[in-house]
């Protein structure tokens, strides 16, 4: 809940930012080559020959404690990975535990600071080893010899039945005292007594627990526990199409992301995480909610200027890889939809209540009143020219939809016929000029004939009934004319000249926060089963692990983009609760 450590099945870390999620990598490989960065703890193989992929792997049982093992013609053997919550600086202890026999081991660890492009000093202290490069140190403890050869710390060892070597890296200012020596055996217990007791609070108990329950802990994981910033995802520059130049940063505190989120963890019993959420929203939006941002650094920062790491290759050769994020100062009005939404859906669970959170909640409409009706970048967040999507208008009309609700409960002062009165002028205005009436169906934007997955929110939102012709023919429409033969869903058309919207060459992959969206609609206007198998085959497409990327390629039939994404796991949640409630797994 401070940085993330990304683990491959053959028992390499080629992804892992210290301290923080957003700062630079030390582990760069997953974007370039074993060159920029990687750690590798798994059975010894021959130089010049692929290491082993685990013979399996999985969670030990609800947490994020990573078991890979390995069966060998010497033996079986167990590698344990884990990030102990603290209140200090992250660590990353890795475990090697005997099984059956005797196997050879080998850990290759090579450091490299700045995404891959410095390399850092390493020497002794005392039996410690310790990188260190301009302001950042990574320490490595372990019991067992190590050794340099090619800026590279190696270890060799070989364990039997009961044997239990550690290894741990902390990260430490450079400036400051080595820090305390690593207990791994203890901060194991911590950490699996952490999950136990976290996952404990969870109120869903249907049939998809296991898929729930493993989709929360990976949105908590991607809290930034020190300010409550929530990522949109722990990578950056993943590509949407393998080649491609769709590589975004989602290292960043996106408000909708972010809110969405906190309504899954409040559908499910968790209050602490909206609160924290909320305080953080309170903090980085400050006294200026005219300026509001669409995201934000995870705490709170605003300037997060977008620059390509030219010494990378990239992922599979998808170039450029950038860090920064040139969208957040991007017009994109759903956001205060999203934002208003949350805040209604902590107030209406419980969510104790704040004076200044009404505040800001009054001050964002009052831009809206002024705004609602200019165009903008929308939803996806396009590099187009900007246009009167639906969905950000639908979103205009959810912000003030739920202030209305928020003063006539009487816990804010505002004014509620003026805000009325908008409300409908909106509604109004999405009906008329977002609504094609030849093919009954709501389009991408006004005047356009294209359509956009975002209009599944419709029915959702609340905006519209589920049994309303407009929303039926809109389902209908997208998933005739936007799904993939594996009935997954797109997010709009990418297409070239001028009716490219996104303004960026290439395709995409379909969208699964898109493809859960039709899932609920589904259900919604009583089509359960179709839902139901629609659903299944989505949970079929998670990894061995069970984690989601942001797209499916269906093409290459494989996951592509930033991973894990909290985008994906949200409506996943979203969608095994609605379907649970209408009842949709019953034998």
Not at 454 to 476: A, C, H, N, W, Y
Request: charged share 25%.
């Amino acid at each position: 809940m401070q940085t993330a450590a990304l683990v491959c099945n053959n028992g390499t870390v080629d992804w892992l930012c210290l301290p923080r999620f957003d700062s630079p990598a030390i582990f760069a490989g997953l974007l370039g080559t074993e060159e920029h960065g990687f750690w590798r703890l798994g059975p010894a193989h021959r130089k010049g020959t692929e290491p082993p992929r685990a013979t399996r792997r999985r969670y030990r049982g609800d947490s994020l404690v990573l078991e890979s093992e390995w069966d060998t013609w010497r033996g079986t053997v167990r590698v344990i990975d884990f990030m102990p919550p603290r209140d200090g600086a992250p660590q990353l202890v890795r475990i090697v535990e005997g099984v059956s026999g005797r196997v050879p081991m080998c850990s290759t660890l090579r450091m490299r600071f700045a995404y891959g492009k410095v390399t850092p000093w390493v020497h002794k202290v005392g039996d410690r080893t310790v990188a260190v490069a301009g302001p950042d140190s990574v320490w490595l403890d372990t019991e067992v010899e190590t050794y340099g050869q090619d800026l590279t710390t190696y270890s060799e060892f070989t364990v039997a039945p009961g044997d239990r070597v550690a290894f741990t890296i902390s990260w430490e200012p450079s400036h400051k005292p080595q820090p305390s020596l690593p207990e791994p055996e203890v901060a194991l217990a911590n950490t699996e007594a952490f999950w136990r007791e976290w996952v404990e609070q969870c109120t869903y108990t249907g049939p998809y627990r296991e898929a729930v329950v493993r989709s929360l802990i990976t949105l908590k994981a991607l809290t930034y526990a020190p300010t409550g910033g929530i990522v949109a995802a722990p990578t950056t520059s993943l590509p949407e199409d393998i080649g491609g130049v769709r590589n975004w940063d989602y290292r960043f505190t996106w408000l909708r992301d972010a809110a969405i989120t906190l309504s899954s963890l409040l559908r499910t019993g968790y209050r602490e995480e909206a609160r924290a959420w909320r305080e953080w929203l309170l903090r980085a939006v400050a006294g200026d909610p005219e300026n509001l941002q669409i995201m934000y650094g995870i705490a709170g920062e605003r300037e997060l200027g977008e620059n390509d790491l030219e010494w990378l290759p990239g992922y599979e050769n998808s170039r450029p890889v950038r860090i920064g994020n040139g969208a957040a100062h991007q017009l994109q009005l759903d956001v205060y939809g999203e934002v208003t939404e949350a805040l209604h859906l902590g107030h209406m669970t419980g969510l104790a209540r704040s004076d200044y959170a009404s505040i800001l909640q009054l001050k964002l409409i009052q831009y809206l009143e002024k705004h609602w009706n200019e165009p903008d970048e929308g939803i996806w967040e396009v590099r187009g020219p900007r246009r009167h999507f639906v969905h950000s208008k639908v979103m205009a009309w959810v912000a003030v939809d739920r202030t209305v609700k928020l003063i006539e409960s009487g816990e804010a002062d505002g004014p509620l016929e003026r805000l009325k009165d908008l409300r409908d002028e909106i509604h109004y205005d999405v009906c008329e000029k977002g609504y094609d009436k030849e093919r009954n169906t709501f389009t991408q934007s006004y005047g356009s004939k294209e359509l956009d997955a975002s209009l599944l929110l419709i029915p959702q939102m609340g905006f519209l009934p589920p049994d309303d012709k407009r929303v039926i023919g809109t389902i209908e429409a997208i998933q005739r004319e936007l799904s993939t033969p594996d009935g997954f869903v797109l997010r709009y058309p990418t297409t070239s000249g001028e009716d490219n919207v996104d303004g960026l060459p290439g395709d995409e992959g379909a969208f699964l926060a898109c493809s859960f969206w039709l899932a609920d609609d589904l259900a919604m206007i009583g089509r359960v089963e179709e839902a139901r198998k629609l659903f299944e085959k989505l949970l079929a497409l998670r990894n061995d692990l069970g984690l989601l990327a942001e797209e499916w390629d269906p093409r290459l039939k494989r996951q592509v983009g930033n991973f894990p994404q909290a985008f994906s796991h949200v409506p996943l949640i979203d969608t095994a609760l609605r379907l649970t409630a209408a009842g949709a797994f019953r034998s």
